[in-house]
């Protein structure tokens, strides 16, 4: 099978119900959750602009660890309530973070990052980890980013 990363077209939110149909495409008849994490993060970080870090991190029961990624290499450990993944993980709620330099605790990974978005993985009440995003950009994201990578997420966690 070959996989190319289509341009996206028409207006922002018609981008992402494209990019969530490449992303259930993607994932389409496989569960094995590192392969999906792996292409998921591929796809997003090509098809998006303005992006230096694409990628999960998974919890193992005890603090966040980094999972398949496109970027620099990252932080291995975050403990919950921690930067802004352990944010988004403690309290299941997705962290837009406009400028990671006003945000308390931010844990730089990459110092071109200026912003910064992190949708919690949750199933069934369950913590599975967080999807993570950065831009070089300040402000990159803004409430129509968080509703399609939150869509995004959903595509990741029905595969396992
Ligand atoms: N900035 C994140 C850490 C992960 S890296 O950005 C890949 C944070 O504050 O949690």
Same mark, same amino acid.
């Given at each position: ?5 289509? @341009? ?9 119900? &494209? ?10 008849? &496989? ?23 694409? =990628?999960?991190?998974?919890?193992? =029961? ?8 496109? =970027? ?14 352990? +944010? ?5 709620? +997705?962290? $837009? ?6 945000? @308390? ?5 990459? =110092?071109? +990052? ?6 919690? $993985?949750?199933? @069934? ?13 300040? @402000? ?21």
């Amino acid at each position: 099978m070959s996989f190319t990363v289509p @341009d996206l077209t028409g207006d922002r939110p018609a981008q992402y119900r &494209e990019l969530v149909a490449q992303s259930e495409a993607l994932v389409a008849g &496989e569960t094995d959750r590192v392969a999906n994490a792996a292409n998921l993060a591929a796809l997003v970080f090509h098809a998006l602009p303005d992006l230096n870090w694409v =990628g999960f991190y998974f919890y193992d =029961g005890r603090e966040l660890v980094v999972g398949p990624f496109q =970027g620099k290499p990252a932080c291995i450990r975050i403990a919950l309530g921690k930067g802004v993944c352990g +944010t988004a993980a403690d309290s299941r709620k +997705t962290q $837009l973070v406009p400028d990671v330099h006003a945000f @308390d605790g931010h844990i730089a990974c990459d =110092g071109d +990052t200026r912003s910064e978005i992190v949708v919690p $993985l949750v199933r @069934d009440g369950e913590l599975i980890g967080v999807f993570d995003l950065d831009s070089p950009r300040p @402000d990159r994201f803004d409430a129509i980013d968080q509703y399609g990578l939150e869509a995004v997420a959903r595509v990741f966690l029905a595969t396992h």
